[in-house]
């Protein structure tokens, strides 16, 4: 009965977790989102994004990593923690997740691009010198399923400080 028992749960671990697994191709790593902005213009769009990234990117040294005025793009290094739940936090509590953000600015609207999706795990000696912790690109389904709304939720933040005029 207990070999049966062992034999249940070994199935449905390995089955249950399977798929969570999958590896994602690298067109899948590149989020997009777009919203409107009625009255702004792309000069105040593209001004307004460069403070809201070097307000809100701030684990970054250099939180604007490229801008184009002519263009109204602004491209932020930014950072946000993985959301960790139940299991998950066994082994990624205290994870960041590092992106990069480009935001084009349009006449009333702005389209928001975030890539080179990455993990961070915290140090885990005492010596930071030596133990920085570990960063590797996001490469299974299940990592990007937990991190697609919270770049959807920066997103949505900018969005919204961009209509309220904040800036």
């Keep these: 009965m207990l070999r049966i028992l062992m034999l249940l749960l070994t199935v449905v671990l390995v089955t249950g977790c399977s798929g969570s697994f999958t590896r994602i191709s690298n067109s899948e790593k590149t989020l997009h989102a777009a919203g409107e902005v009625p009255g702004q213009s792309r000069e105040q769009l593209y001004e307004a994004t460069k ?91 299940r990592d990007l399923e937990k991190i697609r709304p919270l770049l959807m939720e920066v997103h949505a933040d900018l969005l919204a400080e961009l209509r309220r005029g904040a800036y």
Aim: aromatic share 10%; glycine share 8%; proline share 5%.
């Design 51 to 141: 403070i809201w990234m070097e307000k809100n990117f701030t684990m970054a040294a250099r939180p604007i990593v490229d801008e184009d005025v002519q263009k109204g793009t602004v491209v932020g290094n930014g950072q946000v923690d993985y959301p960790c739940s139940l299991f998950s936090c066994l082994t990624k509590s205290g994870w960041k997740v590092s992106f990069l953000m480009k935001v084009a600015a349009a006449n009333g609207e702005i389209r928001t691009t975030f890539w080179d999706l990455n993990l961070s795990s915290p140090p885990q000696g005492r010596d930071a010198v030596f133990d920085q912790g570990m960063r590797s690109p996001v490469w299974s389904r």
